[in-house]
Every structure is written in C-alpha cells, then in structure tokens.
C-alpha cells in the first residue's frame, strides 16, 4: 500500500441502473491532477468516493493510505470544496468556518487561529462578519475554499473552484494551487476551463462516459493518442522551401504556412522521424529555425481528440 | 469516550443551536410549546375575575390540567414540536444540501447522531418542560393558598413530577423516532401523520396492539387518567395501564435502540441530493 498515492483499483460506481464511472484504476501523485471530461463524464462521481461522500458498487480506493469509509481519519488529511453552492442557514463567514473547525474537536483558540488565516488566504478578512447568505457568488466559492484548507489537509479535491471568480481572484486561485501543488499536497482539481487547468496541471485525467480515456501528463497523454497526426509549428525564415521537403516525406499528412510567413505548421504521424529530418534539412540548407514546438499537446487538443466537443486545435 | 468525542459531540450541538434553534425558523416551535402557558394565564386572570360566577376547586383545575396534557401537549404540542425539531435535523441538512459538511469531518457518524438528537433534545425538554411546569402552575395560580397548599401539601407537587417526567419521556421518544423518520424519508410528513393516526387510535385499539405505542406508555405514567368522552367510550377497550417500572426503562431502551439504527444507518449513509 503506497501512503503517497490515491488509488482506484477496478473502482464502479453505479447509481441504479446509471453508470458512475466503470472499471477505474489509477494511481494520483502529489501535485495538480485535473479531472477533464464532459458534463455526465464521472469527474464528480470520482471525487465523491475519494472523499467518502459516496462508495463504490465495486473496487478499493485509498487515499494516502486510508480508505474513504474511515470518516475519522479521511477527514483529517482530505478538504473538498463540493460543487454545491449550499451553506448552513444563519451563519457568517467566520461562524461556518469556526464552527466545522470546533466539530473537528480543536480548542477555541486554534479554531480562532486557523478560521483567521484561512480567510485571510482567500481574501475575505473583511467580509467575515457578514452572512455567508449575503456573499456574491465569487465570495461563496472562496468561502467554501477556505473550509476546505481551513484544517491544513494534505490532499486537496476541488471541484469547479473556479466557477464565479472574477480573473483576479481566478489568478490568485490558480496560484494557491500550484503553491500546494508544490509543496507536495495532493490537489485535484475539475474544471472546465481547458487553457487553465493545461497551465496548471501537473497530470491530467480524462473521463468520458464513466470511463477513464487517458491519464498523466500532458504531453506523455498526447503522445499515446497515435491516430491524430502530431501539430508540430516550426518558425523558420523559409517556410515554402521547408514545405517542399517536408512533402517529399509520406509521414507528412499536412503543411500549412503560417499567415505571418515566418512559420510552417504541420501534421505528422511519425514526430521522432520529422525532428530527424528537420536536422538534415537544416544542415543541408540555409534554412534558419527560430523554434520547434509542439502545437496540440495540451489539454484543449487531447480532449477534443479523445471526447471531441469544444475543445479546439490550432 | 474520550475528550475528543465529548468535543466533536458539543461542536454538532453548539452549530446545531446557532443555525436552527436560535434562528427564525425555530419560532413556531416556540410558540406552540408556549401557547398552554398563555391559555393557562388567561384561564387564571378570567377565574379570577369571575370567580363568583363559575366556582371551582383546585381538583377540577388538576382535572382540566390533566385534560390539557393528554389533548394538547402529548397528542399535539409535543407531538408536532418534536416532528419539528426532530425530522430537520437530517431531512434539512439534504434538502439544503448542507449535510457533506457535517460528513467531511472526522468524526464518528455516530457521534454526529448523538450530537444532533441531543441538540434537538435538550431544546425541546426545554421548551416543553418549561411549558409543563407553567401551564401546571397557574392553572390554579387563581385560587391562592387553595392552589399552594394542593401544590405543596397535597398531591400538587407529585403530579407535577410525573407530567414533567411523561414530558421529558414523550420529547425522547417522538425525538428518536422522528430524527430516523428523517434519515430514511424524502418527506417525514408522512410517518408522522401515520403515527399520529396510530397514536391517536390507541384507546380504541385491542390491549396488545395498545402496547405497540408511545402514548400508550406515556399515558399509564399520567398521575391523572383522563377518560374519552361519550359517545366514544363505547369504542374504548380497557387495558391496565403499565406500571412505572415498564413504562420508563421501556421507553428508554426502545428510543435508544431506534437511536442505535439511526447511528448505524448513518455510518453507512452517502450524500446523495438528487435523490
């Protein structure tokens, strides 16, 4: 058993006769992992049995270690910031976070300490005293953020926490993220916010249909994906002449100049056999390369590959 | 228990009194139980003012007391408060799509049991005892030293005793049946109004099925019997009460046994909204 990872091994989940998410084995580092899929995909259903909200038809999970039907030690090391925009009737922003905290049996004085610094963290010191009922819908998402740091967990599972932000506050997320991702907690995240969870994720899942489609890093996931040609843009000084090598070449599917001029973007089914060929070409030639980049190893590709959808190619 | 579950058991409380009890929505509960206590006063100014009109003894104040409490506080006050304080506890908590909160921290479901029904019920003994005891006394507060020396000298402060003990029994038993009627029921109307019917069947139902009840219990504990009026009488079976010693320990257990299947019903409880 590995007190490092979060495990699914053959995990179902059925509600009734709907399908949660089918035969899911994974095995969640620390760092960002984002959960990437359609409405209806299981991104939800995942977290809920991570967290012990729910438990599988079949399978075994751990979290660190512990498994979800352990309440007593689950809470201690998980915070879930759920998609429910729900609160405790009556109470303010400091009430609800002390009071779960005092549930969490810490004395009068830590419970004071910690509600403090967790508003703080999502910049709501000044609105405490108010009803959570009167916060605007990107004050209750930061609300429910720091309920779910408010304990200092080490695995983090946040789903959708960036609905309602305004792009500040967005940033500031965004940045809270990827600085507990650094220190080695557990954050996963879902979103559908493509181009932000491509920047943050250190490892991506994607679920469709109840089905885990792909999982680990972004480029690692592209990689696998071998019946989508790779996008591949070169700049160079000369893209027409590169262009008429390139289609010399049958792994070459497609070759497109780029509409400043200075760049050619193409589709290749053998990317390893083109770097080896662009080396030849530019010793061969006076062609001058800026830079070689991938164009489609990110999220917004790899989704619309593997799901299709929204999510849109170069 | 250690001192961890005593906390986390006062955390669920003290969160349950901030967010319900002390808020708005709890203010019917109060009335209901406080309203015997104003009748109570205005039959005490009213007796006083009309005392030569219509005399009466402090026995026939202690009858209609008796009257009172099985009609009011045990069929009705008691009764729906407890449908109130009770059934929300779990059934609020989903229907707000509140209760992962309460999931997400570590403790033992159990215990988030205990601390919720033990909330609800030291608030309803509150509110019940309180209006016992004050309807009690000043349901013949008017006769003066009549009502006192009954009170103290005669069987006054006895009987206050027992409706005060029929109270706190009636508050633990309706509390746990209607805490698990909402853990298992999308509405606990319906249980409710099903054992309303069935407790206010009781007196006409055969002596074995009598037994299969609260009231039953609740009423053989009443210091005074109350008989059902004409014409239905004649549909009333006769049963012997259940003496003390049945009555009170058999309410504990049976409340605490139904407790036990709500903490264990719990501990396997999901959060699921929709449903």
């Known amino acids: 058993m590995n007190h490092r990872l979060i495990t699914f091994g053959d995990v179902s989940r059925f509600y009734g006769e709907v399908l949660g998410i089918n035969r899911v084995n994974l095995a969640i580092p620390p760092g960002i992992t984002s959960l990437v899929g359609p409405n209806g995909s299981g991104k939800t259903t995942l977290m809920n049995l991570m967290t012990g909200l729910i438990r599988p038809t079949r399978g075994d999970i751990r979290v660190l270690g512990v498994r979800p039907d352990d309440p007593e030690q689950l809470g201690r090391i998980v915070g879930y910031c759920a998609q429910f925009d729900a609160f405790p009737k009556g109470l303010t922003g400091y009430q609800f976070l002390h009071s779960f905290l005092r549930i969490r049996g810490m004395n009068e004085a830590e419970c004071a300490q910690r509600t403090a610094a967790a508003l703080q963290t999502v910049n709501l010191t000044g609105a405490a005293e108010r009803p959570v009922a009167a916060y605007s819908k990107g004050m209750r998402q930061r609300i429910k953020l720091a309920q779910a740091i408010a304990h200092d967990p080490q695995v983090l599972v946040l789903d959708e926490p960036l609905n309602g932000l305004d792009p500040m506050a967005r940033a500031e997320t965004i940045a809270l993220f990827q600085q507990w991702g650094a220190a080695g907690r557990h954050v996963i995240v879902s979103s559908h916010i493509l181009h932000e969870v491509d920047r943050i994720s250190d490892q991506v899942i994607l679920l469709s249909h109840g089905y885990v489609v792909a999982e680990g890093q972004i480029q690692g996931v592209r990689s696998e994906v071998k019946d989508q040609p790779m996008q591949i843009l070169v700049r160079c000084d000369h893209p027409n002449a590169l262009a008429a090598r390139l289609f010399l070449q049958n792994h070459v599917v497609e070759a497109k100049i780029h509409p400043d001029g200075r760049g050619l973007l193409l589709r290749t089914t053998d990317a390893d056999e083109f770097y080896l060929m662009l080396n030849r070409i530019v010793l061969e030639t006076d062609l001058t390369v800026e830079s070689v980049a991938p164009a489609d190893d990110d999220v917004n590709s790899v989704y619309q590959y593997l799901i299709g959808g929204e999510g849109g190619t170069v | ?275």
């Open chain 2, 1 to 275: 228990m250690n001192r961890l579950w005593f906390a986390q058991i006062a955390g669920v409380i003290r969160l349950e009194w901030k967010k319900t009890f002390l808020s708005r929505r709890g203010w019917w509960v109060y009335l209901l139980a406080l309203a015997p206590v104003a009748i109570a006063l205005m039959h005490s100014l009213i007796s006083l003012r009309f005392a030569a009109r219509r005399p009466h003894t402090v026995f026939q104040d202690a009858q209609a007391f008796a009257v009172a409490f099985e009609a009011f506080f045990l069929h009705l006050g008691i009764f729906f408060g407890c449908i109130g304080i009770f059934s929300n506890l779990f059934r609020g908590e989903m229907l707000e799509k509140t209760l992962h909160y309460y999931f997400l921290t570590p403790m033992r479901r159990e215990f988030l049991v205990i601390g919720k029904y033990l909330a609800g019920l030291i608030v309803a003994l509150v509110l019940f005892l309180l209006s016992t005891g004050l309807t009690f006394w000043l349901m013949g507060r008017h006769q003066g030293a009549a009502w006192s020396d009954f009170f103290w000298h005669g069987p006054g402060l006895a009987q206050m005793g027992w409706y005060l003990l029929v109270t706190a029994l009636a508050c633990i038993g309706y509390g746990a049946v209607f805490l698990i009627a909402g853990l298992f029921v999308r509405n606990p109307m319906i249980p409710a109004a099903v054992v309303m019917v069935w407790e206010n069947l009781n007196p006409f139902l055969p002596s074995l099925l009598k037994q299969i009840s609260v009231i039953f219990y609740l009423k053989s504990l009443c210091p005074v019997t109350v008989d059902v009026p004409p014409p239905l009488s004649v549909l009333v079976t006769d049963t012997n009460p259940a003496p003390a010693w049945i009555a009170v320990p058999g309410l504990l257990l049976v409340s605490t046994l139904v407790l036990a299947y709500a903490a264990y019903s719990a501990r396997r409880a999901e959060i699921n909204y929709s449903e």
